[in-house]
């Protein structure tokens, strides 16, 4: 029977079906079938009448949020070393730190705490590096499975510039690569693998050519970092006199797979950068506190939106030290208008944008993700802003703001992926 | 007997002494007496090996945090009407909210709401705006002086340009002002008045005038607003074309008091003013989270250190959205770095700068507060991270940092303003 595949959630749904403005229904039902929304209706039509219905009455039912950027053996490091920037941030703090997962008991240790933590800051979606551990990676697959929320996870090649206890032989990095793939592409619906060059600077020609042909070959999606810093910039420059800019190194090698690709942060892209990835949908995935950490500037994320670039949210633990896409929301926003002081053509991102890009701007890189349009996975949660709204009756979209800028974790009640409710992590 | 003014507290001790470091004791014993630091030991002295050690042991014992700037009749508004500039934000959000205070219930039950959440975010002292309503800002010191926290709490002085609604008569101003100096002069010794003009914008010259008179008469500290926003800067002048600066027309009357006076935001002021803030000892209080939010700019902290300007930290309630100043230092810090960027002779604020600044900078604006030195006030915090640092084992540097970036509330224990315990409000 059908009815069985069917539940229904009552409560004040909020949403982004576009960036431009939220859309609101308060004191309606979300129908879902199988997973996904069926429709959102304000009166329950009576062929439902006799179905068990999730009641949620004056708490938000928003869609989960989407972390397009997470380092998962950078968790330890949340919060500490700071006070580089990127490339010598990466020798004193990070490279250190994820060279210890070549022993899977830490890894399992870790993993399972970063697992805790996504899970309680509402994050339902996440595309995450691991290290250049086969075994700690699949510790990782294995707990993400578990969770019962979706990832995309690679492990990380790495082959030159890199201190010797995470430099990687090729021909081994591509294997292990290979492994990881056939063990877990048709393991969980929810949790896939992505290739993972960490970025130019750490990966010979040789290995971005053969990570571009397993690409290819297995359909899968890619991410990296592209133009973060500009010292970074420079030295990829020296590395490769040859191509015309950062940006097309990953294109030459096949990397930049029409709308399978992340790149993060993008601060510095010329304008050559930015139609190559509108031409070829690759995403930009916006860090922007990871970027005043480790001060590598802020990235124009309105000329992005202009030019058709998809552009989704970043954590980006641990350069970043917010777990939550709320934060992460609301800094997005404070970048953009100090951007827009410098640039008064490109104005500041709305409350609205920001919270789209964290929900369904990120989420579209995961299929229908990130909205309650028909059709779109039933990724939710259930927020109870009851102690954020004490003294005004608000508006469901002044109480969606109210949450993103002065919420935390301990206003999230329930989390949904595909329509099934996510609990408490027991391991 | 001076024993019975004796406590003993042991645990993990940090604090800032000077910006450039922090200072950390592991598993030591402070001494309090009369409410005062006395001193700090490694070994308990014989002397008072009979007293019960109040025993924190793996626990954090750090200043309580100072916040410079909080407008308390705002706090409806947090996390809301982020989407304007300084002077359409006040007509639009923040003027409507501020009139509500004419209503004494109202006031009581914001108020009331207001005292909970600073205690919750382990701020002890703070400069607080009221409304320009007398009976209302009386409730405001009511209770606060029964809260146990330290604050300056100022009555709100708006003489024109401003609605209706809260435009004061600039004798009924006066007079209010006066009425509550006397009522509250004397009444606490945690919690006085402070001289409020809003800014020069809706201050007559006359009120300023008067109010200059009324600090000196009373020896009152003063708090106001400088240099927040580019359109204010040029507004100011036009009110005021004879005067060569805005820094100027509070000093002219009066209102730049040797080390008593408080300036918000301090953004655009230019040499002369940053050198007559200097000669004043002027503070300028750093507003990160309301600069961006508002599209105001960001302050050049480092410009203010240099030029021997005191400096502490403020949340700027409603402008800025959180409450706590560990948010505002990890803002302050990206703020600095992002200014960096843009000019490299002024080097990003390190964390125990930042740390400095929210504590021992602010903190000296109330006297000895902010640190643990010998004769300071035992303002503090005790700190449980031990969910912060289940990986590593950490330096108590490293541990603060965490507690910084990645801590909450939830995370602080206990709190003491001078000595005595604060206990969570039962109002």
């Known amino acids: 029977m059908v009815e069985k595949n069917i539940k229904i959630f009552k409560g004040d749904i909020v949403f982004t079906p576009t960036k431009d403005k939220f859309q609101t229904y308060k004191n309606a039902y979300i129908i879902i079938q199988d997973g996904k929304v069926k429709a959102i209706e304000k009166e329950l039509k009576e062929e439902y009448g006799h179905l068990t219905i999730e009641d949620f009455t004056d708490k938000l039912i928003i869609p989960g949020f989407v972390d397009l950027h997470f ?5 330890p490091n949340r919060g500490l070393g700071l006070d580089k920037e990127l490339i ?5 703090y990070t490279f250190p730190e994820e060279g210890k997962y070549a022993d899977i008991e830490y890894a399992k240790k870790v993993y399972s705490k970063v697992l805790h933590e996504v899970w309680k800051v509402g994050t339902t979606r996440i595309a995450l590096f691991s290290s250049i551990h086969k075994d700690s990676t699949k510790i990782l697959f294995d707990l993400f499975i578990k969770s019962g929320l979706g990832a995309y996870i690679g492990k990380v090649n790495m082959d030159r510039n890199s201190p010797e206890y995470i430099l ?3 021909e081994n990095s591509i294997k292990d690569t290979i492994e990881i793939i056939d063990e877990y592409k048709n393991k969980s619906n929810l949790v896939k693998p992505i290739i993972t060059p960490r970025f130019v600077p750490t990966c010979t020609p040789k290995l971005l050519e053969e990570l571009g042909k397993i690409a290819e070959k297995y359909d899968l999606p890619v991410q990296s970092h592209l133009c973060e810093n500009l010292g970074e ?3 990829v420059g020296e590395l490769h006199p040859n191509f015309k800019n950062y940006a097309s190194i990953y294109e030459h090698y096949g990397l930049l797979r029409n709308g399978k690709s992340l790149m993060a942060h993008c601060i510095y892209n010329n304008e050559d950068e930015i139609a190559l990835m509108a031409k070829n949908n690759v995403y930009a995935v916006h860090c922007p506190h990871s970027n005043y950490n480790l001060s590598s500037g802020i990235m124009p994320v309105r000329t992005f939106l202009q030019s058709g670039v998809p552009v989704g949210l970043g954590t980006d633990v641990s350069g970043g030290h917010a777990l939550g896409i709320p934060s992460v929301i609301v800094s997005c926003i404070q ?3 100090i951007k827009w002081l ?3 053509t490109l104005p500041p991102i709305t409350t609205p944008e920001a919270f789209y890009l964290g929900t369904k701007g990120g989420g579209s890189f995961f299929g229908k993700v990130g909205s309650f349009e028909e059709g779109y996975d039933f990724d939710a949660l259930i927020i109870d802003d009851s102690t954020l709204c004490e003294i005004h009756k608000l508006t469901l979209e002044e109480r969606i703001q109210k949450f993103i800028y002065i919420g935390d974790d301990r206003n999230i ?3 949904y992926v595909q329509g099934e409710f996510v609990k408490e992590l027991d391991f």
């Open 168 to 170: 990687e032989d090729t």
């Open 233 to 235: 910039v420079k030295w």
């Open 88 to 92: 010598p941030w990466l020798e004193t």
């Open 342 to 344: 410098e640039n008064k």
């Open 413 to 415: 009640v329930r989390r």
């Open 335 to 337: 970048a953009s208008k």
């Open 71 to 75: 380092h998962a053996p950078q968790f």
